[in-house]
């Protein structure tokens, strides 16, 4: 039995969504594959209010790659709101391209105040201006609302990394004035990983158009999107059973509701917190930027890391380690997709017992009876 993975991606997979995945595999240009693609890009456009979306195989960091080689040429410059290893992680790809990017960063677990990205702006004229939704490695949330505002008002292309927050969080672009999100699927879409999705505006396309070549084949927008408005077209053999998962994913998400699921987010996220506050232990994200995806505990005094994650393993659940600033200092629970209130209350028993084990002491049941009570509450 593996353990239940608590980690910030990949999540939990339904069993609906493990069944879809497990079918025979179909050739990739059968009619009744074509349908289900076609209607799994059909309801990606609708959760993210998308006029162009682009699902292959690959990687959030592939997303990453595409959204920016396809929006922004060698030598043009870009400006990067980090909040963390993601954030960062976009400068590193911009360099790789030849792009100029300056990154603006602040402290771990908080994020850039909004006044300091519009002087910024104001001071300079940026191709694209880059937000991670919410940065894995702190838990930070970007307010891209705010952002996006900013961006409509210099007239700067929006790119947002939403690898962390979408079909968790609201990423609506028409209303946020979004021109790409880049984003993936093992998070709180809840299908295993191996899929890039890009979603992008009528002006970002227009964009790409101006750009004439870009420096790639695999990631370029123009050899995709006639697959997407015809997936019985060939350009590079799709991951067949997971985009079939996928559109069990969806299907998941549309059936729930997007208000629906976005507040259960919220509901599990004040739930574990309330568990974690009762024994004691505190997050390394500032509260006004908490993500409702996951959440990074600081370790208490005394406490290793190596040892409690590998304790936490002999309780069944698998959580992540600090990355980054918060490297060795922190751990992270992964609280997204497919999951309710059962697994949280494991994960804080394996928690209590872990942290007990530890030598840190922990009324048994203080955290998970803080958690469900808080869940009835809510
Ligand atoms: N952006 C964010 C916010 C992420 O959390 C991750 C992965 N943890 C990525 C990008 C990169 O995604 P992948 O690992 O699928 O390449």
């Known amino acids: 039995q593996a353990p239940l993975v608590m980690i910030p991606g990949p999540t939990p997979v339904a069993e609906s969504i493990r069944q879809a995945m497990a079918i025979q595999t179909y050739g990739h240009t059968y009619s009744g594959f074509v349908a289900i693609y076609k209607e799994c890009l059909t309801g990606l456009k609708q959760i993210f209010q ?20 396809n929006t922004v040429r060698a ?20 360099k790789a391209l030849g792009i100029h990017a300056e990154v603006l960063t602040c402290p771990a677990g908080q994020v850039v105040p909004l006044t300091l990205i519009e002087e910024k702006l104001q001071a300079k004229n940026y191709k694209a201006i880059i937000v991670t939704h919410v940065d894995t490695s702190t838990g930070a949330m970007a307010g891209i609302r705010a952002i996006g505002q900013l961006a409509h008002k210099f007239n700067t292309l929006y790119i947002v990394d939403g690898v962390c927050a979408s079909a968790a969080v609201p990423e609506p672009m028409r209303d946020f004035g979004i021109d790409v999100i880049v984003t993936t ?8 990983p191996g899929l890039t999705m890009v979603a992008f505006s009528e002006r970002a396309l227009q964009r790409r158009e101006e750009l004439g070549n870009v420096p790639g084949y695999y990631s370029d927008w123009k050899n995709w999107l006639p697959i997407m408005e015809n997936p019985g077209l060939y350009f590079s053999t799709p991951p067949v059973n997971l985009i079939v998962a996928l559109q069990e994913a969806v299907k998941i998400v549309l059936a729930e509701g997007l208000e629906e699921r976005y507040s259960r987010h ?17 997050l390394a994200t500032a509260q006004e930027a908490l993500a409702p995806t996951l959440s990074v505990i600081k370790y208490p005094e005394g406490v290793e890391d190596t040892a409690f994650r590998a304790n936490m393993e002999q309780y069944d659940v698998f959580v992540a ?23 949280i209350v494991l994960t ?16 048994p049941g ?13």
Not at 50 to 69: K, R, S
Not at 325 to 340: D, E, P, Q, S, T
């Open 185 to 192: 699927c093992q998070k709180a879409f809840g299908t295993p």
């Open 266 to 282: 919220n509901r599990i996220a004040a739930s574990i917190r309330a568990g974690l506050a009762a024994i004691g232990l505190e």
């Open 321 to 343: 380690g600090g990355i980054g600033a918060l490297k060795g200092k922190a751990f992270r629970i992964g609280h997204m997709g497919n999951i309710c209130i059962n697994e």
């Open 75 to 94: 030598g043009e410059a870009v400006l990067v709101v980090s909040h963390g290893v993601f954030g960062d992680r976009f400068g590193l790809i911009a």
């Open 348 to 363: 804080l028993y394996a928690i209590e017992r872990s942290l007990c084990a530890g030598g840190y002491p922990v009324i």
């Open 50 to 69: 998308a006029d162009h979306i682009i699902v292959t195989g690959g990687a959030g960091t592939l997303a990453m790659e595409m959204g920016l080689l």
């Open 366 to 378: 203080a955290a998970v009876g803080e958690a469900w009570k808080t869940w009835q509450c809510y």
